[in-house]
């Protein structure tokens, strides 16, 4: 599977690109799901593979759908892997590792929106710079989404409007992304005219 296409729409909506082996003192690379091949395809096209692997920390959940690559990504012999169960598993074992991370460390992001967004958020919050983060979405598409009204936030959105998780108002899925929420926006889809809602369609895989 390739890089999953965006198709443009609004300023806010993440653009994504296909991994690039950068040098650096510590290559850290978030995954899950699918992810996993767009880190060996970026491998695949290093020639110092060894060298980056042996500055390599791994942290690896299978995807949303799923899909558990985790025994590829460990037999390429990083000098750390680490698999957790799910993405909230995972991202203390981030905050962990970007505690003691210095500069000249390159950040490889690959898989879902969900999991991207969220391990961005963790590395901005340090002070890295955006451009050290390189992000490659594959496989699912379905969306982390914050309603805007009481701002809780729905994991792996697939359809369109959706029902809140939190205060069950109907909402539709924006394109509008906040990097801070790391989330889609949902919006209320039937304020002005209370139970007209549209059929719930199947947008996100």
């Not at 299978?62 to 598993?89: H, M, V």
């Not at 962990?96 to 879902?112: E, I």
């Not at 959105?157 to 790391?182: E, I, M």
Request: proline fraction near 7%; aromatic fraction near 6%; charge should be neutral.
């Amino acid at each position: 599977m390739t890089l999953t296409p965006v198709a443009p729409t609004i300023r806010s909506r993440p653009v994504y690109a296909a991994l690039e082996p950068w040098p650096g003192r510590l290559h850290l690379i978030i995954a899950d799901g699918e992810g996993a091949d767009a880190v060996i395809g970026m491998l695949v096209k290093a020639n110092n593979r060894s060298e980056i692997l042996s500055a390599t920390h791994v942290m690896y959940t299978p995807g949303p759908n799923g899909t558990d690559l985790s025994s590829k990504l460990e037999a390429l012999g990083a000098a750390q892997f680490f698999r957790a169960p799910t993405i909230p598993a995972l991202l203390p074992r981030l905050q962990r590792v970007l505690s003691d991370a210095h500069m000249g460390t390159q950040f490889y992001l690959a898989g879902t929106e969900g999991l991207i967004g969220q391990a961005e958020r963790e590395i901005m919050a340090t002070g890295f710079p955006f451009a050290a983060i390189q992000k490659e979405h594959r496989g699912s598409t379905v969306r982390r989404v914050q309603c805007v009204h009481c701002k809780g936030i729905t994991e792996n959105v697939s359809t369109n409007p959706f029902k809140c998780s939190h205060c069950g108002l109907n909402l539709f899925v924006r394109d509008h992304y906040s990097r801070r929420q790391a989330a889609f926006q949902g919006v209320n889809i039937d304020a002005e005219d209370p139970g007209e809602v549209p059929e719930s369609v199947v947008r996100f895989k």
